[in-house]
């Protein structure tokens, strides 16, 4: 590990290490198509490879159309969770559908089944990327250290530890990928139980003003409009022409968000 980050720092490229068995090398679980037609391989001495690909190849229809399924029921959740309950609540379901539909469009034009967000950068079209950008209230650029010292003063001010994927990536000079993910974190894993325990989507005025400040010094607008965002995930939806992919109960809700 300390020889790749030497290698990530020194040159500039992506590197990824597979160290696999034989058996679960030959698994088709944790491929997907970039995986199996991108990958350079460096040494593969027992010529395993080139059979994952044609194995790969056979079964990707199945594959994709698995995927889209599992998409479409995970998508009209977060979209119905959106429809409801205060502000606060109704924002991060709707950011996660619309993160959804840029994955899905990623996999579908390029293979990425779960892009990182420096991966939709690099491929999502300038439009949709500052679209997408507008809903997820993307930070703007700043240092490292001072994104890795203000989630850390977030997670704080709840009472919850950084979680580990975000302090890994914040660590990683992905510091915008790690503010997401303490994000994602705060309102779902710490506010989340509060609005479990509390009953009706409502939730004490203490712990909520804990959670607003803490998401402030991650950047996040102090003020957002549920409705704007729904609107602003249709057009996202559409503009990425991935309707026809989805549930005929996923199109009838984006059919509606322009009006709602």
Not at 50 to 62: K, W
Not at 120 to 143: C, M, S, T
């Amino acid at each position: 590990m300390r020889h790749q980050r030497r290698a990530l720092r020194w040159s500039g490229v992506d590197v990824t290490l597979l160290v696999d068995g034989r058996r679960s090398a030959g698994s088709l679980r944790s491929l997907s198509r970039c995986e199996t037609e991108d990958l350079l391989v460096l040494h593969d001495p027992l010529r395993l490879f080139p059979g994952l690909q044609r194995r790969a190849r056979a079964v990707r229809s199945r594959a994709f159309r698995v995927l889209c399924r599992a998409t479409s029921r995970a998508l009209l959740d977060e979209l119905r969770e959106g429809a409801r309950g205060s502000d606060l609540n109704r924002l991060p379901p709707l950011r996660e559908a619309a993160l959804r539909f840029a994955a899905a469009w990623a996999y579908r034009a390029h293979g990425y089944r779960t892009p990182r967000w420096r991966t939709l950068e690099r491929v999502l079209p300038a439009g949709e990327r500052r679209l997408l950008e507008k809903i997820l209230a993307v930070p703007p650029r700043r240092d490292a250290r001072k994104a890795l010292a203000a989630a850390r003063r977030a997670c704080r001010e709840v009472g919850s530890p950084l979680p580990p994927d975000a302090l890994a990536r914040l660590r990683a000079d992905e510091w915008r990928e790690g503010v997401l993910l303490t994000r994602r974190h705060l309102e779902r894993v710490v506010l989340g139980p509060l609005l479990q325990r509390a009953g009706a989507w409502e939730v004490e005025e203490v712990p909520q003003r804990s959670v607003r400040r803490a998401l402030v010094l991650l950047h996040r607008p102090s003020a957002a409009d549920p409705r704007q965002t729904a609107r602003d995930i249709e057009a996202l939806a559409r503009r990425l022409r991935v309707l026809g992919w989805f549930s005929p109960a996923v199109a009838a809700w984006l059919s509606r968000a322009q009006g709602r």
